[in-house]
């Protein structure tokens, strides 16, 4: 240990002693090391660290199932007959309920009123999640059927609308005009996998059998000791099969099935989170080549100082551990380095990284980055470190002396240039895959949305059903509100719909053609006239609907048209069912353009249109196309709708870019990460490339200088010092596009319509990087074809 420790100071003193070379190695590291810590503490809540409910793995996501057109068995929620079937499994402890649509409520808090995203569960939900109150209880069973509705708030909706106020816990409020009791806070991880609501309160399901066919339930299952998945589901099929002969109609094609609760979560973002961690290792094995090559060449130039060390009586494992330790030093110093460098990344990471399973709130924790930093310091200054410094401790050879000219070995340019090649080649693989990304995402970009909302603004609001408990008072609220709206300076348009494409999913229904029995799957959207002026979906054929009908009317979408109407008949003045064959009846008026609802990245689905005056689906948002900032027009909306009722809460007001943003955050998220690295390990690779073709110049001074001496010109010169590099190159580029077509598999699930072996993002990046590459070998060689002979000759 003592040997250790003389070596370490003596490693402290020589970085001092050459603090370029030492700052460059020290560099290097932490950017190689800090981008697999980011990386690290971005993956360990997805990846590594436990769930925040005790027993994850006894924990189970239960859907019914059925299987699809392409034979493939699909998941769908559950209804409430289902769930009262479902809960006489005797493979689970218990079973909890909840929608998987928030309510928007309107809560007094403060001067002025917020806007709550309410979650409607079960009063077993926080029980067999296993969560604990921060303040106050958690919803219980006994709370189903209390007189008063409990309330329990979210800790982040907690701190953002009530001030963090604890005599919050115990009191009333009033949720729209109904008051609640608040029984307590739930940490901000309590919605994890299920429902991400500011506050949640109970659910009332009708203990009976019935299906109604109203699909909007999920369910969370806790496996009974003893009991494994395989077990349950056995008995799940079961049940269901039971359900199939009692409700043939509505049963008769489903089943259901409990999958594994963190797969639930966390398996749509592991894909991406695994081409990250594939991403910052490459940038760290480009670090550590890089240092290889330094590391070579610092031990040539201390040959002479090892041979006299060896000749003085030093043993090979007495100078090994001291070169060792150098690196090794280095190494902790780039690894402290790092740590501020990944600080730094993951505050961006914070900003720009999407919501749901990334789970940024629950980023690593400092001691388990501390630890993984320390780690992979000393792993990667051993590794990078232990071969160069075994080698160069070996005793010299009696032949070679000490002289400090000769010519660079074979073996050691060997080496060099295939350094040259293994950074070029990785280079290249992490450049294709963020070309890839890149270019997916500006396909997303592009596609064909069916409707043009590119300047103006969206809020959320919500009329409570006890105050306008009738169609006739929300309609001419709705009238007054956007009267008073596009009557604002600047407002070109303006609407009231239940959802806006893109922003949030809702639910679908079925609708049947008349004399038809096929339910055909469509989003129900209700919307004001101005409505497809602000969004722009395009009329098709027939009108649109007026603010009052004098019947049940609907417009319908195209592809709607072709599913109701297969036989290619005109749909104008037909009519459809809604919900059943039996449901109530409307009369096609207009036909417009399919939108993209959902995702820019799933087709335009069906939608069926109906006047707002109709009542169902709810408004819940107001659009506003304006030809001025967005920004400018939120505080004159605000007093607008305060001085029609000051109940009502204007929240989250955002614009279409914002909405698309969010949209397209996680293909984003992983460009920028993907990105960073990619250009960090071309400017590594660069650098290195510089770095050894600078040390290959100066061993090879002598020889070059010989060469200028018998007549070679500038030209030979130039290309024997870029022949072997031109070689690495082109070598290191095929390695790298080889390499990236072997990882197409793995990249195919981040892209959208092109594929993983594109030819022109492989030859785009090919072509780059060989320019980036030959550019930094430029100066060196430069260098070495103006080199002076006769200087060459005395300085060897």
Known sequence: MEAVLRDFQQALRGMFRTPASSAAAILTYALGIGANVAIFSVAWPALFAPLPFPDEDRLTAIWLTYTGQDRVEQINPVSAGDYADLRTARSFAALAAYSHFLGEVNVAA??????????????????????????????????????????????????????????????????????????????????LGTIDADAWTTMELSPGRERLRSYRLRVVGRLAPGVSRQAANEELRAIMARAAVDFPDANRHLSARADDFREQLTGPVRPSLLVLLGGAALVLLIAGINMAGLQIARNLHRAHELGVRHALGASRARLLSQLVVENVTLSLAGGTLAILFAMVTLRAVEQFAPADAWQTSQIAPSGAVLIFTLALSVVSGLAVGLLPSWR???????????????????AAARGRITIIAAQVALSVVLLVVATLVAASLNRVLRVDRGFTFDYGLVADLSLPQGRYDSEDKRARFFDALLG?????????????????????????????????????????????????????????????????????????????????????????????????????????????????????E????????????????????????????????????????????????????????????????PRRFVLLLLGTFAVIALILSAIGIYGVLAHLVGQRAREIGIRRALGAGTSHITRVIAGSVGLAIVTGTAAGLLGAWGLSTTVASLLFEMSATDPRAYAGVALFVSSVAALAALPPARRAARLDPLQALRQT
């Open 110 to 191: 403060g001067r002025t009123p917020q806007q709550l995203q309410l979650g409607h569960v079960t009063p077993t939900f926080f029980t067999v999640l296993g969560v604990q109150a921060s303040l106050g209880r958690a919803i219980l069973p006994s709370d189903g059927s209390g007189s008063q509705p409990v309330l329990v708030l979210s800790e982040r909706a907690w701190r953002m609308k009530f001030g963090a106020d604890r005599s919050v816990v115990g009191r009333s409020v009033t949720v729209d005009g109904v008051p609640m009791h608040v029984a307590g806070v739930m940490p901000s991880t309590a919605g």
């Open 392 to 410: 160069a401790s070996a005793p010299p050879r009696p032949e070679s002396g000490y002289a400090r000219g000769s010519t660079a070995s074979k």
């Open 484 to 600: 008073r709206v596009e009557a604002v300076p600047g407002v070109t348009r303006a609407c009231v719909t239940n959802k806006v494409p893109l922003d949030r999913t809702g639910a679908s229904m079925t609708w049947v053609a008349q004399g038809g029995t096929e339910m055909v799957s469509a989003m129900p959207k209700s919307a004001s006239p101005g409505c497809y002026e602000v969004l722009g979906v395009p009329l098709l054929r027939g009108r649109l609907p007026a603010s009052r009908e004098s019947e049940a009317v609907v417009v319908i979408s195209r592809s709607m048209v072709r599913r109701l109407w297969p036989d290619g008949s005109d749909a104008i003045g037909k009519r459809v069912h809604m919900g059943l064959v039996s449901g109530p009846l409307l009369t096609v008026i207009g036909v417009v353009g399919d939108i993209r609802e959902h995702s820019l």
């Open 602 to 665: 799933r087709r335009a689905g069906h939608q069926v249109w109906m006047p707002h005056s109709s009542g169902f689906p709810a408004p819940q948002r107001l659009a506003v196309r304006t030809d001025v900032p967005p920004a400018v027009l939120a505080p004159t909306l605000r007093d607008i709708l305060g001085e029609l009722d000051r109940e009502l809460a204007l929240a989250n007001i955002r614009t279409m870019d914002d909405i698309i943003r969010t949209a397209t955050a």
